[in-house]
């Protein structure tokens, strides 16, 4: 027997094809299609220039081409090509946007495991100290 060595790409979503519907994926995904939901992957999302995504997207690296209507959440990098058009929050740890890519909304260029940390050492106020009963 042979051994195959391991495909870059582990699933496909063909440009003809429309999925309605939450998508989970431990490898990467490359998509060409149309996509109504959010998509959770443990490897590299790519999209092609005419995809179309309707969701949020939580993954680890994501290239993307098309358009986005969603929040983008990569643990390590995104990449925004000049044909991609995102309408989302981005969140990531390395974010590179081309010359002519579209971008409306907000980025926050930290790790998650930083902003967790922010949140677990905030004081909440408590509105009695200070009062004299």
């Given at each position: 027997?042979?051994?195959?060595?391991?495909?870059?790409?582990?699933?496909?979503?063909?440009?003809?094809l429309e999925l309605n519907g939450d998508i989970n994926i431990r490898g990467d995904l490359l998509i060409y299609g149309t996509i109504n939901g959010d998509i959770n992957c443990e490897g590299n999302i790519t999209t092609s220039r005419d995809s179309i995504i309707n969701g949020n997207i939580n993954t680890t690296y994501a290239d993307i081409s098309g358009k986005v209507n969603g929040d983008l959440l990569a643990k390590e990098k995104i990449s925004l090509s000049s044909t991609s058009r995102l309408t989302g929050n981005i969140r990531s740890k390395i974010l590179i946007i081309e010359n002519g890519a579209s971008f409306n909304g907000l980025c926050k260029m930290n790790t998650i495991e930083d902003s967790q940390s922010i949140t677990s050492s905030k004081k909440v106020a408590n509105l009695n100290e200070g009062s004299k009963n």
């Open positions: 027997m042979f051994q195959q060595s391991k495909p870059k790409m582990s699933s496909i979503i063909g440009s003809d």
